[in-house]
């Protein structure tokens, strides 16, 4: 035992070790993918030589006359510009969104000059926190700010808050705490509200207008921001086709109005939305839906020489939005800002008369600061780093000061001739140069935001290459694993590998330079030479006397290895692998998974059928050359146990419940003409007799999802007795049920009832759920027997004296033959041992109920029934294995195409539960089941949104190990057609079930050993394809809309897999090692 126990901990140091590569190469290959752009700590004054000195007023401004004293920030989170905007059209006026802010629309066409609307494009990712960014420092975001939404950090860059704050002024805030993450420290007044409880619409709106209009009469302020909440949570919650919708946009309506009547000369005030939302209330993407918010513009003083057109409303950028209320202020623009003032706001000045030429040249100056501020930051970044085109960069520069050139020129005729022929077109050329120059430096900078190092790349590409290798070592060396023997090579293989991993953990971290990272590709692939050859090594070694009993496997292994199942095998691995290269494979890829996994689930149908016919026609053979004449009659009963038929119901049936989970996805938006379940919306949008009968059939379906579990180990024993797990299974599983679904009940009350309950009451049950799932884990691993032995007669005791290498044998011959002495005897009953054949299995099992039951919770009433399908896919997909391993009386199953099946359902139902690999499909609620949101750190948020997300990952390798075990269980099926080729049936005495992998004591670890390493081997290769079509696309159109979302999704997926794995395994040992335990005390009885 204690020799096993070894095995078994050296097994899982090598899963650790793997996995540890695992992190090691995606980290490395993270650096240099995903890096964040070269940030400039500088910042601007008001001393600078492009600003004229007579300009450097004193209360005027600083690069040029202030227009406004004092401004008014109303972000309004989520705010669409489609809410914004005035609609006349009928039919849309039906919508709860249209036409609830008619305070905006009243004073764009009573005001003309006074107000003015805009669409606000924002750049993706469409988060608050890199909104918020964009829109204070005017620099341009990147891909990898986004998964740091919720754990805001310190804005270094320059930015007009701290301008405001260096010239003496106070800025008030109230609103969303984000914020005080991003400017701690800067505002004189702060009422920050917690802002990641999505589920509450009200405390952070009704806490800011407790204090605003307070806060707004004094007169000890230059800027206060205000971030509303309450339309995006309602967004998050309802969706923006709730009538919480317009309630919460009626609201804000007041606000504004309430606002502009408070509002005195001097002040300006902006309305603006930070992004969009989609029509689920999702963001974080790049859709039209999610990046067009709204900018309103309003002052009680003249903002603008020309109004507005009804329905003419211009697209600016969210950057756009730090240089022009910069200069509005009197404030220089923020150092690394590359936004482009809005030019139609500085045309009018009250301190001058009014006319067409001064109108425009006031423009002209305005794009002129905002152009040399540009080019001092492109110059000051081009001397830190090389990334922009240095041929474009001169271009440009060139450009600029040829139209330096020109405005001085102009400039100068004019003061000393008074007028010049044509002036005002003069100056219109000059503007349309200034903004051609913004507009190319903001592409230029686009396009190569982010800096990829290659190296770091390829060196990460390297790493994964390496783990890989080891993974095929350590599957080759499992055979040996399953007779007790730890090859000798494996030592040096880690250890070469470990000096490597050391290596380039060194020099990612603190080391750079050519010749050291020259060093690690050299050492990385002389490793993999090495491995190469430990590999060869041990088939070699496999085929001489020290193995002489593994030649027959080896053999075998040889003469499968070239088999047609194999090939299959390999052509669809490589199929998989190569979507990640094509654009329009990732974002169909919900599609190619149902098909290649229908594939391989008619292959594994298809080599059942063949070998049954094979054995059939042999079987004819033999009769005919007996010449034995016999009839028979074709008996429908014979029919439907015929191994055939059952095998090609089982097919159909698993091909059903693949193909239905294209009823529970969501779209992407790239997906033509595609439409999002209806499932994925919540109760509380639907109508009351849609609500109740999906209500009702997600009540049905997680019935049966929890009655199927019971029902097997009922079937095979291991629910007798009255242990604690097995009263767990019977009892606090189907309770926890019920309260799962009253949790469903309640969120689909009405809005107003809903929000009237207290907070305890709404969380109440789904905590329970918690709790309890939790409880009934930590039972099964303290009792993780469900085996049952009934009291037995001294005279059937087992003998002392029995080698305990032997006992399962023991224990079955034993009882066999005392039973029949004993029986013939006596007029007692034997001694029957429950759940004995299934004891790995029914751990499992219950292991999966609980995992099922706590993702239900998690994706909701409507994503169930595509979990019941999950498990009726596995369990139909693992008859076809038992009825193929029975049929062909191979004892060993060929384990890749079983794991390969089980990754591509993985693929399969993480689209089927509602989930595609964008941020957008993020299902954030998953955060408040259980939970009011009001988190003191974001680890439970972020654990509860992971199972969300990846259940599917979770529930398949929990349930992976039934692919060993499943066919030793004697499924209920499968058992219909045991021994079909014999024409005999396997005996209640003669079957040991999945308890004959603990006759041999290496044989459990070290199949397991090699079905983790299939896992493992699969999920490295899909990474491995994720990286390389990452680097292949790193300057491809769509590489941060597809290619880089699909790499994070793919690793992210991977390490939950592996995770899950390694805890899988620890039950299985913890299952093992008490068995042990159980059979040594019933021995000693």
């Known amino acids: 035992m204690v020799a096993t126990m070894g095995f078994g901990i050296k097994i899982l140091a090598t899963i650790c070790y793997l996995l540890f590569f695992y992190i090691a190469s995606v980290l490395i290959f993270t650096k240099g993918f995903l890096l964040k752009r070269v940030a400039i700590d500088n910042n601007s004054s008001c001393n600078v030589d492009f600003a004229r000195s007579e300009e450097h007023g004193e209360t005027g401004g600083c690069w040029m006359h202030s227009t406004h004293q004092r401004a008014i920030i109303v972000i309004i989170d989520a705010l669409k510009f489609e809410f914004m905007v005035h609609h006349s059209d009928r039919m849309k006026n039906e919508l709860p969104y249209v036409n609830k802010l008619p305070e905006i629309h009243n004073l764009l066409t009573q ?11 924002a750049d993706p990712p469409t988060t608050t926190l890199q909104r918020l960014k964009g829109m204070t420092t005017g620099s341009l975001p990147t891909f990898v700010d986004a998964g740091s939404n919720f754990g805001s950090s310190e804005i270094t860059e320059d930015n007009f808050i701290d301008q405001l ?89 007041q606000v504004i109005g309430n606002i502009t009547t408070l509002m005195e000369k001097g002040t300006v005030l902006f309305v603006l939305g930070d992004h969009g939302m989609t029509a689920t209330g999702d963001h974080g993407g790049e859709s039209p839906d999610e990046v067009e918010a709204g900018l309103f513009v309003y002052s009680v003083d003249q903002i603008t020489a020309s109004g507005q057109k009804h329905g003419d409303h211009k697209t600016i950028s969210q950057i756009d939005f730090v240089p022009t209320i910069s200069l509005l202020l009197g404030l220089p623009i923020p150092f690394s800002n590359l ?53 474009l960069y001169t271009e440009l520069q060139l450009s600029l000061s040829l139209t330096e050139d020109d405005l001085q020129k102009l400039v100068t005729k004019l003061s000393s001739h008074g007028k010049v022929e044509e002036v005002h077109l003069k100056f219109h050329s000059l503007e349309k140069r200034y903004i051609t120059y913004i507009q190319s430096v903001q592409a230029m900078c686009r396009d190569v935001w982010a800096k990829f190092d290659l ?13 890989f290798v080891l993974t095929v070592y350590c599957i080759k060396i499992s055979p040996l694993i399953c007779e007790g023997k730890f090859p000798g090579s494996a030592a040096c293989v880690f250890i070469a590998s470990f000096v490597y991993i050391v290596h380039i953990i060194i020099q990612a971290s603190f080391l750079e330079g050519g010749m050291v990272l020259f060093m690690a590709f050299i050492l ?19 085929k001489g006397e020290k193995f002489q009993n593994l030649t027959n496997r080896s053999n075998f292994e040889l003469s499968q290895s070239f088999s047609f199942e194999n090939l299959f095998n390999l052509f669809v691995i490589t199929l998989s692998m190569a979507g990640y290269f094509s654009n329009s494979f990732v974002v169909y890829d919900s599609s190619i998974s149902v098909f290649l996994t229908q594939t391989l689930i008619l292959m594994a149908s298809f080599k059942t059928v063949q070998e049954h016919l094979r054995t ?32 090609l119901c089982l097919t159909a049936f698993c091909s059903l419940c693949i193909c239905l989970t294209k009823n529970f996805q969501a779209c992407r938006e790239e997906q033509v003409n595609c439409i999002n379940s209806r499932f994925l919306e919540r109760l509380i949008n639907l109508n009351s007799g849609e609500k109740n009968l999906r209500y009702f059939f997600s009540i049905v379906c997680l019935g049966i999802l929890v009655l199927i579990p019971y029902l097997l180990l009922k079937h095979y024993g291991n629910l007798n007795g009255n242990s604690l797990p097995v009263l767990c299974m019977k009892y606090t599983i189907p309770l926890l049920a019920v309260f799962c679904a009253l949790h469903w009940a309640v969120q689909g009350l009405p809005q107003n009832v809903l929000d009237s309950m207290p907070v305890w009451q709404q969380i109440v049950l789904p905590r329970i759920v918690h709790v309890f ?36 044998h023991t224990v079955y011959r034993h009882i066999k033959v005392n039973w029949q002495d004993y029986f013939s005897n006596s007029k007692d009953k034997p001694p029957v041992v429950f759940g004995l054949g299934t004891v790995y299995t029914s751990g499992v099992l219950y292991i999966g109920t609980l995992v ?81 949101g009001d988190f003191t750190n974001n680890i439970v948020p972020a654990i509860l949104i992971l199972f969300n997300t990846f259940a599917a990952q979770v529930l398949f390798t929990v349930l992976t190990p039934l692919i060993l075990l499943w066919p030793y269980s004697k499924g209920i099926i499968s058992s219909i057609s045991l021994n079909n080729k014999t024409g005999k049936s396997e005996t209640e005495s003669e079957w040991k079930g999945d308890f004959v992998l603990f006759e041999n004591e290496h044989k459990l670890k070290g199949t397991m050993m090699e079905l983790m390493m299939y896992v493992i081997l699969v999920n490295e290769l899909q990474v491995l394809s994720a990286m390389c079509a990452a680097t292949l696309h790193r300057r491809h159109l769509m590489v941060w809309k597809i290619f880089a979302p699909r790499f994070v999704f793919q690793t992210v997926s991977s390490f939950i897999t592996f995770v899950t794995l390694l805890l899988v395994y620890l039950v299985i040992l913890k299952i093992d090692s008490q068995l042990g335990k159980w059979l040594t005390k019933l021995y000693t009885k």
């Open 616 to 647: 059939v026609q042999g079987t004819q053979k033999e009769m005919h050359g007996k010449k034995a004449r016999t009839t028979s009659k074709v008996k429908f009963s014979n029919i439907v146990q015929h191994p055939v038929f059952l095998t």
């Open 165 to 253: 704050i260096k010239r003496g002024k106070k800025v008030k805030f109230l609103g969303d705490d984000t914020w005080l993450g991003l400017f701690p420290g800067r505002f004189s007044t702060a009422f920050p509200f917690p802002s990641f409880n999505v589920h509450d619409l009200h405390t952070v709106d009704n806490g800011i207008l407790h204090h605003l209009y307070t806060e707004l009469k004094k007169k000890d302020w230059t800027l206060t921001v205000v971030h509303f909440l309450g339309v995006d949570h309602c967004g998050h919650r309802y969706g923006p086709l709730h009538p919480a919708m317009g309630d919460k946009l009626s609201q804000m309506n």
């Open 339 to 391: 936004g482009q003032v809005v030019p139609e706001l500085f045309d009018h000045c009250s301190w001058s008369k009014e006319s067409h030429i001064k109108q425009v040249y006031h423009r002209v100056q305005a794009l002129r600061l905002n152009a040399l501020q540009i080019s001092h930051y492109i110059n000051a970044y081009m001397k830190i780093s090389r990334d922009l085109p240095e041929e």
């Open 852 to 932: 099922s039951l706590m993702l239900c919770l998690l994706l909701g009433d409507g994503m169930t029934p595509s979990v019941l399908l999950g498990w009726f896919s596995v369990l139909s997909f693992l008859e076809i294995l038992s009825i193929q391993m029975k049929t062909t009386q191979d004892s060993r199953l060929n384990m890749l195409s079983g794991v390969l099946t089980f990754h591509l359902m993985t693929s399969v139902f993480f689209y089927g539960t509602g989930h595609q690999a964008t941020i957008p499909s993020i299902r954030w609620e998953a955060a408040f089941v259980g939970f009011h």
């Open 111 to 121: 005001k003309p000059k006074h107000a003015l609307l805009y669409k606000f494009i």
């Open 524 to 542: 990385g692939l002389v490793d993999l030479g090495f491995i190469g050859i430990a590999i060869q090594k041990v088939h070699g070694d496999s």
């Open 455 to 467: 190296g770091a790349m390829t060196l990460g590409i390297l790493t994964l290459l390496v783990a």
């Open 773 to 808: 799932c939790i409880f009934n884990l930590l039972v099964f691993l303290a009792q993780p027997l469900l085996v049952y032995i009934l009291p037995q007669n001294k005279s059937l005791s087992l003998p002392y004296g029995q080698s305990s290498e032997h006992l399962m």
